[in-house]
């Protein structure tokens, strides 16, 4: 089974940056989407960015213009550059990878995020 390990959390101020990684422990064949996704305490878990293979991004509204995806599809590894970071930016942040190759989906453990007003 394919594992996925993000890294990059942290504590930061209000107003500073992280930049949250994704690797995997193998290559992953014919991805069509990955994504961020975090939740926070006593909250539903929700979808924060994602990008298709072809390059299209899309974000949720309260981090438009703040947050960035990238990916390296042929190197199964996705990015999320976090800037202007704010209190209730605090959440686990999950990586996801969706491939259409048997309609494989998979999930990283989660890297903690935390930021201090």
């Known amino acids: 089974q394919v594992q996925l390990v993000e890294s990059g959390g942290g504590l930061v101020q209000a107003g500073g940056s992280l930049r949250l990684s994704c690797t995997a422990s193998?290559?992953?064949?014919?991805?069509?989407?990955m994504g961020w996704h975090r939740q926070a305490p006593g909250k539903e878990r929700e979808l924060v960015a994602q990008?298709?293979?072809?390059?299209?991004?899309t974000y949720a509204d309260s981090v438009k213009g703040r947050f960035t995806i990238s990916g390296h599809v042929a190197k199964s590894s996705l990015y999320l550059q976090m800037d202007n970071l704010k209190p209730e930016d605090t959440a686990v942040y999950y990586c996801n990878v969706y491939s259409f190759y048997r309609g494989n989906s998979y999930w990283g453990q989660g890297t903690q995020v935390t930021v201090s007003s």
């Open positions: 193998e290559d992953i064949i014919s991805i069509h989407v």
């Open positions: 990008i298709t293979s072809g390059g299209s991004a």
